[in-house]
């Protein structure tokens, strides 16, 4: 009997666009708190992606890393 998971939390709950679309009114001047806010995101997690993108780095994937790397995905799928 198949079991269906029920996610019973709402942590994380966005995606990475949802978390790009409250930089433009923090670049423009608002506070990162007060876009928080209005956007229902952690005012900690905004600000930790507003110095990685002022750092130049990419946004990271939010949930788990893959098991497998790109590389190794192609040499499986060229095994069999």
Same mark, same amino acid.
């Given at each position: &009997?198949?079991?269906?998971?029920?996610?019973?939390?709402?942590? &994380? =709950?966005?995606?990475?666009?949802?978390?790009?679309?409250? &930089?433009?009114?923090?670049?423009?001047?608002?506070?990162?708190?007060?876009?928080?806010?209005?956007?229902?995101?952690?005012? =900690?997690?905004?600000?930790?992606?507003?110095?990685? /993108?002022?750092?130049?780095?990419?946004?990271?994937?939010?949930?788990? /890393?893959?098991?497998?790397?790109?590389? =190794?995905?192609?040499?499986?799928?060229?095994?069999?």
């Amino acid at each position: &009997m198949p079991r269906n998971y029920n996610r019973r939390t709402k942590v &994380m =709950s966005y995606t990475p666009k949802d978390l790009s679309n409250p &930089m433009l009114p923090i670049r423009q001047g608002r506070k990162v708190r007060e876009v928080g806010r209005a956007f229902n995101i952690p005012e =900690s997690t905004l600000r930790k992606y507003k110095n990685l /993108q002022d750092d130049g780095h990419h946004l990271p994937r939010l949930g788990r /890393q893959p098991v497998f790397t790109k590389e =190794s995905k192609l040499k499986c799928k060229n095994m069999y």
